[in-house]
């Protein structure tokens, strides 16, 4: 699957698929699939807060303060 890195705060960095869009309001992000919440969490030092997320929405975290979204948007289930 590609990837993306984007830097968060706190020295915090997420990893997902390019489809998704990452918004932010200071330690705080929405990721967003289209126009479908994927995952919303914020950030505060070494502490990573996951508020919602949906149904399918598969996540690793590292101890090095990687988030990573390991969903990926693209694969449908139902072609396999």
Do not use: C, Q, R
């Amino acid at each position: 699957m590609e990837t993306i890195k984007k830097e968060l705060v706190d020295g915090w960095e997420l990893i997902a698929h390019p489809d998704f869009t990452v918004y932010s309001n200071d330690k705080s992000y929405v990721v967003l699939h289209e126009e479908e919440m994927v995952l919303k969490f914020s950030v505060n030092d070494d502490i990573l807060k996951v508020d919602n997320t949906s149904w399918d929405t598969k996540i690793e975290v590292s101890l090095d303060k990687t988030l990573t979204i390991t969903t990926d948007p693209t694969y449908d289930e139902d072609e396999d």
